[in-house]
């Protein structure tokens, strides 16, 4: 009885307890809900704002059209009415450059493309061939308003396509993007990238005067995007952190001068861009994001300087060995082809070696000839022998774009009649006829399941994994950005003349000082009328990206090498006419080969002087000198490996000529 009674007792606080929990998950679930709700409706305000955006640009270039259709531009009143409506569209166009760039780069090309014709080899080239695109957009139709022929026919031509090129950016696989944070922070890095590398040259501003002006208005049009991206993504927000130093650089540049030759452009880069850019990282890392554009291809997540050689990998230096990670193991790889690269017995007369013409001490290049002995030994290659020291952060290799792995580049080179004259058969005979190295070989190809028998992308493979080690080191420059260390003043001064008024920064660009721009996964060729004597009496006969990809643009064509170790690494162009910095400066102040009266029809660089004063020229070459990498090079080897055929045994190290 008195059981009964105490579950007489009990069942109503059962009861209670029940419908009380019951509450608690309906209330947890309208939590949820709303939540849900909440999340999705601020994701929505950050597309919503990202479209109106769009459409406020797309608005705009729609105005500037109807102007140009209404405007009487063959009077100087009517083209200043235009390009004070370019401008105003340029200013809305950088607000919203973080987003275009990034997610649609090629459609970027249409509304603001620097060239009216661009074979621009993207890295894809690798696995389809270069094609033509024609510019559009805002900078030509500028550009054009100051040709004697421009008609409002063709000027109308490029703003229309340019609102063509903006109605991509309302695609679904455009904005199914904006669902996911991920993209934010990808376009963000490439920013910071761009802030470093072009926003402040004048690549693609064509008035100089609007350089900063537009910087600034940048900056705070991004602030803005900021607030907005943190409101949709409100569990990946760009940090406390970062935002604080992002202030802190609109605060600076809000306070530099106007003009950009003024413009501090180092300060700006290592105490504000180059942090960013760590701190952007970071987020990147942390958020776990994940990339679905072609722009991070060649990008690393991991390393956290603009100026950290490990920013991007455009070459597999491992080749055939791309599989092994054992560091014991490549090591063994990197000391076999230390030796092949002295090795004479990969030339068809046992006297040539890689290390020839590619002298490991003089930065992996000669400095003594224009041009090296062809195999004959009597007559001089076409080219200058191009430095080993930094090829590995190129997409094409050679000065024509020809190749685009380091193991196709230098089999070639080897298979060359004309260079070190080898057959690929005969090499590898020859290789093997060294126990050594048959032995090291056996051993990798364990390593390399789909081959069978040890081939020549074995040897080639082993060599470029020896010498790519020479391009991970550091300048004065880089630690300058990386480290903070001090740099002297006139390099400071140099490296803002390269940025600005020397004009070397629109394309050479940070940080390889290459024509391999953000996002890295191109390879610029351009035309500068380098001449065949510095009497300039005749253009440089050689073709250049033309052999390789026949085009009216591309003929004289060469790939913008790096900057780096110049002092180190002359003579300089693709034929060594100069022996000297201070010839080359000469050469671009008076305006390329065009400014020197040649005859080029194509050439790209301006033949316009940059008026550099023999202080400023002083100037560029200490910033030159600034970005000499303290390379530690190596003995040769003691030895090469015994062969079993006599008279190869007569080889001589690095050699004969």
Known sequence: MSYKSDKQDQSPLIFVFLATLKKLWVILLLVVIASSFSFRSAKTNYSNFYANSI???ESQQQKLL???????ISTTDGINVVKEEIEVSRLK?????????????????KINGPLPVEWENEVFEKFEKPYKREGAGLILAELYLDEKNITKDSLAHLIQLSIDGIRVFHDDSVINQLDSFDHFLLCNRLYLLNLSAIYTT???????K??????RSMIGAVKNIYANYNMGFPATPI????????????DFVSHQPTDPEQFDHFSFIKDYVNPLFALNQRMINQYNVVSVSTNDFTLSNSCNSIFDKSLYTPQNTKGIYSLIDDPEVLGEIRAVGKKLFYDPLLSGNNARSCASCHKPKEFFTDTSFATNLQFDQTQRLARNTPSLVNVVYNHMLMLDGKHISLQGQGGAVMTNPIEMGGNEQEIIEKVLTCKEYKTSFRKFLKYTPEEKNITFNHIISAITFYYKDFSVYYSPFDEAMNNNKPLDRASVHGFNLFMSKAQ????????QFSGIAPPFITSEFEVIGVP????????????????VNPAFETMHAFRTNTVRNMEHTKPYMHNGVFNTIEQVIDFYDAGGGAGRKLAIDNQTLSADSLKLTQVEKKELISFIRSLSEQVIFEEPPAQLPVSSVKEYNNRKTGGVY
């Open 210 to 215: 609007h350089i900063i002006p537009e910087l």
């Open 504 to 511: 070397c920064g629109t394309c050479h660009y940070v940080p």
């Open 202 to 208: 004048g690549f693609e501003c064509p008035d100089s």
């Open 93 to 109: 166009l950088k607000g919203i450059d973080i987003w275009l760039r990034y997610l649609q780069p090629i459609a970027y090309k």
């Open 532 to 547: 065949a004597d510095t009497a300039y009496k005749k253009l440089s006969e050689d073709k250049g990206r033309y052999e």
């Open 239 to 250: 940090t406390k952190e970062y935002l604080e130093m992002y202030d802190r650089m609109a």
């Open 55 to 57: 459409n406020d640009f």
């Open 66 to 72: 109807n102007k140009i259709k209404n405007t009487d």
